[in-house]
């Protein structure tokens, strides 16, 4: 067993039970202040897995309960301290983006390099489900979180392979949401306050779980 990350909303593990690694996620030590967030964040990650189950490079869902969770460990370097991605890197990621907006889910969070992984074949993997969002209705809210999903990842695109950009993904590139604009102007402040100075992280946080 060894310490991913302890931080205010619970503790991270790697663990090895009969030759199977994964990856156990408590919130039982998060402080009183913070464990509702924790446990909802928990519960928002087991959903998420619950219904991308199948697909490949998601970690699969083993178990949890209103306080833990264990799924998958896909071994891979996070996306900034992996050697530079090729384009198959990128259009494996895109389809695997696709898949999940398929299944009427957003991320919500891939503007985080370390919920990038890049597995020993080269291939991209995504982890860190909390903040993902259902949307069986697919509504206007959903499209743009799905349009947002797909600029972090061009961002990450445009990052490391600047040169294989297509005008289609310029144009998405250049075309925030409405929510992604209201955000920059409002929010992200008050986000970095909080997260930062408050919270003592940052996005970068955890880019060395995956170095294991």
């Known amino acids: 067993m060894s310490v991913l ?3 205010l909303f619970g503790r991270i593990e790697r663990r090895n039970d009969g030759g199977l690694a ?4 408590d919130t039982r030590s998060a402080p009183w202040w913070t464990t509702p967030l924790a446990r909802h964040l928990l519960r928002r990650e087991h959903r998420a897995l619950t219904l991308l189950a199948g697909l490949p490079r ?3 869902l083993i178990d949890g309960n209103a306080v833990q969770l264990r799924r998958e ?3 891979g370097l996070p996306l900034h301290r992996a050697p530079r991605p090729d384009a198959r890197y990128f259009r494996e990621a895109l389809r695997l983006v696709r898949q999940m907006h398929a299944r009427d889910l957003t991320h919500d969070d891939l503007a ?4 990038w992984l890049v597995t020993p074949d080269g291939l991209p993997a995504v982890v860190d489900f909390q903040l993902a969002r259902h949307a069986p209705k697919r509504g206007r809210l959903f ?3 799905a349009h947002d999903d797909l600029r972090h990842l061009l961002k990450h695109k445009r990052s490391y392979l600047p040169e294989r950009l297509t005008r289609r993904e310029l144009r998405i590139l250049a075309q925030p ?3 992604s604009r209201l955000w920059r102007v409002s929010g992200k402040r008050l986000y970095l306050f909080v997260t930062r100075r408050l919270l003592g992280w940052a996005d970068r946080e955890g880019a060395g779980d995956r170095l294991v």
């Open 22 to 25: 994964h990856v156990l996620r």
């Open 177 to 179: 949401s409405p929510l």
């Open 73 to 75: 460990w896909i071994e």
């Open 143 to 145: 499209r743009m979180l």
């Open 5 to 7: 990350k302890t931080d």
């Open 112 to 115: 985080k390099e370390p919920n």
């Open 58 to 60: 998601i970690p699969r």
